[in-house]
């Protein structure tokens, strides 16, 4: 699977992980970054907070529960992605679940998408993600 990538935001590695969970049969739910409000008028304005969960929570085709946090692969990161790109509180969460429940899906410059096994040190290389 390939989407054409040209910028890094986030948005198109989520995408690319909606796509997976469908053709896999996973149902997983986007989580909202936790966040606070700091204006109300004509426009609400929030901040991020930071990050400590994963982009999505839900179940696998058998009902196991798995979380998923997606990146997108850098320009200078070529073939390979070092586990370290997630943030110490993501580790953190995702290290405290179970094996095999954790998983890091990657949106290489390429275009493809791939699903890992969550890693918390090391790197996940094109190529060696779930089928």
């Not at 954790?102 to 493809?112: D, K, Q, T, Y």
């Not at 998408?113 to 890693?119: A, K, L, R, S, Y």
């Not at 290389?125 to 089928?131: A, C, I, T, V």
Request: charged share 25%; proline share 5%.
């Amino acid at each position: 699977m390939s989407i054409a990538v040209l910028k890094s935001t986030g948005a198109a590695g989520e995408r690319m992980a909606e796509i997976w969970f469908a053709q896999h049969g996973w149902q997983m739910f986007k989580v909202a970054p936790p966040s606070r409000v700091i204006g109300r008028g004509a426009r609400l304005r929030v901040i991020y907070t930071g990050k400590g969960y994963p982009d999505f929570m839900g179940n696998d085709t058998e009902g196991e529960f798995r979380a998923v946090e997606v990146k997108e692969a850098k320009p200078c990161e070529g073939d390979s992605v070092p586990a370290s790109r997630l943030t110490a509180s993501q580790r953190i969460f995702l290290i405290g679940l179970a094996a095999g429940i954790a998983h890091v899906g990657i949106l290489w410059r390429s275009g493809e998408f791939e699903m890992f096994p969550f890693t918390e040190k090391g790197s996940y290389k094109k190529g060696e993600g779930l089928n």
